[in-house]
């Protein structure tokens, strides 16, 4: 699986969109970017996930580069409890058995601040 | 509400121990995964399995083992507990096929001592 990096942290003003960049240059052909987050105490939770379409959700919005060598998670109204770590994970999407497993880096611990 | 349980939030061992962190969901799914996370690491992926009785190891299964005996429980196991196996471990599953999401547990603290 094609390696990610994200910056270390990033601040954001609450109401205000919360912009996450990820470059994972080396991605492949069928490989997907996934974001998922972790609040403080609780585990990771899946946000959003695409491969080279835009997609949007309730949660969030990605922004994938035509060349998919880097994408960018959009939270459109960032509010204090936004305030996680927000990972970006590369894979590939498999049928069956383990290969959904995922691979997570360090992330990016997004603090939302009045 | 879907949901991945653990057996505890907190748990503290004495070095040589054998330990027991337990996996309970409820949404029927094949795949189940035990990762720990440590400061600066980031989570990493000790053991999986993806039905019953089936298992696969991760990136560090080095100290521990895994057992699945029914679909909803996924425990993992060290054998013999050492220091540096102190950590939070966290318990995901997911559906099988390409894309499903991985729902995960809140964790458990384990100190050994």
């Known amino acids: 699986d094609a390696k990610t990096t994200q910056p270390t942290s990033m601040d954001c003003a609450e109401g205000r969109a919360a912009n996450l960049p990820c470059n994972h240059s080396?991605?492949?052909?069928?490989?997907?970017v996934y974001w998922y987050r972790q609040i403080h105490s609780q585990g990771p939770q899946y946000i959003i996930h695409?491969?080279?379409n835009n997609e949007t959700n309730e949660m969030a919005s990605l922004i994938i580069t035509e060349d998919r060598k880097s994408s960018t998670l959009i939270l459109p109204h960032a509010t204090l409890r936004d305030t996680a770590v927000y990972y970006c994970i590369v894979r590939v999407a498999k049928s069956a058995g383990g290969g959904n497993k995922l691979t997570f880096g360090t992330g990016t611990q997004l603090k939302v601040e009045l | 509400d879907v949901k991945v349980t653990q057996s505890s939030r907190y748990l503290v061992k004495r070095t040589g121990e054998k330990v027991f962190l337990e996996c309970v969901q409820d949404?029927?799914?094949?795949?189940m995964f035990w990762y720990r996370q440590d400061p600066g690491l980031g989570l990493r992926l000790i053991y999986f399995s993806y039905d019953v009785k089936m298992k696969e190891k991760g990136d560090i299964p080095e100290g521990y083992s895994v057992s699945r005996e029914k679909k909803e429980r996924f425990s993992l196991i060290l054998e013999s507990a050492s220091t540096n196996q102190t950590s939070m471990y966290l318990c995901?599953?997911?559906?099988?096929?390409?894309?499903?999401?991985?729902?995960f547990g809140p964790g458990t603290r384990l100190t050994v001592l």
């Open positions: 949404m029927d799914h094949e795949n």
């Open positions: 080396t991605i492949s052909g069928n490989e997907y």
């Open positions: 695409g491969l080279k």
């Open positions: 995901a599953s997911s559906r099988s096929g390409g894309f499903d999401e991985q729902f």
